[in-house]
Structures are given as C-alpha cells and as structure tokens.
C-alpha cells in the first residue's frame, strides 16, 4: 500500500525559512506527480507546489511563487518544500501526495491526486 510521510513542521517567525519532507514509499508505478497541499480551518485545501517524478518540471502556486521550491531527493524517496519568507497566510496543515495525472488534470487541484499523507503543522507567528 503507498505511503507517504511527512516531516518538519513546526513554528517560525514571519520572515524566516523552514523546510517539509515527504517520504513516499509504495506507491504505484503509474504514478507521475508528487506535490504540497495546505488546509487551514475554514478553507478548502490548495496546492502549494506539485513536480512530475520523471522530467522534474515543477508548478507552483502563485500565492508561493519565488518563495517555496519543491525539490527531490531520489536516493532517498523525498519530496522537500523549502518555505522561504514566510508570512502568516502560510500557516496551516501541509499535505503530501502523489498520483497519475494526464494532461488534462489541474495538477495544482487536490482532486486529482489518490495518495495522501497524514499532514504536518505549520504556524508562522508574528
């Protein structure tokens, strides 16, 4: 059964840095994306930043452009998000997944992935 497993959640102050992993295991062949959602209270989950396994191309939402990077570490089966400049709006449960998506998904919707991960808490402060 595919697994992925989120890391490094945790507090930081507006303006600071701080880096998620994703460890994915099992997940079926077919699979070509793996990405970052996040959910607060109240709010529909979004996508954050979202990479396509075999060529590395990689989307990002606009509300994190040139301040998340989504990279991989193949050796290790691991996604990271490197949150950069952080702002308040960017609290919130972080989510990895991953699935098959053909060209004509929304590779940015959480609709279009199957396996998810547990979260992991993020709280930026003022």
């Known amino acids: 059964q595919a697994r992925l497993v989120e890391s490094g959640g945790g507090s930081v102050q507006v303006g600071g840095s701080l880096q998620l992993s994703c460890t994915y295991s099992?997940?079926?062949?077919?699979?070509?994306?793996v990405g970052w959602f996040r959910q607060t209270p109240g709010k529909e989950r979004e996508g954050v930043a979202v990479?396509?396994?075999?060529?590395?191309?990689?989307v990002i939402a606009d509300s994190v452009k040139g301040r998340f990077t989504i990279s991989p570490d193949n050796a290790k089966n691991t996604i990271h998000l490197l949150m950069s400049d952080v702002n308040v709006e960017d609290s919130g449960m972080y989510y990895c997944?991953?699935?098959?998506?053909?060209?004509?998904?929304?590779?940015?919707?959480?609709?279009?992935?199957?396996?998810w991960g547990q979260g992991t808490q993020v709280t930026i402060t003022s």
């Open positions: 997944a991953a699935g098959w998506l053909d060209g004509s998904r929304n590779l940015l919707s959480p609709d279009s992935y199957t396996y």
């Open positions: 099992r997940l079926p062949l077919s699979s070509n994306h």
């Open positions: 990479m396509r396994f075999d060529t590395g191309r990689t």
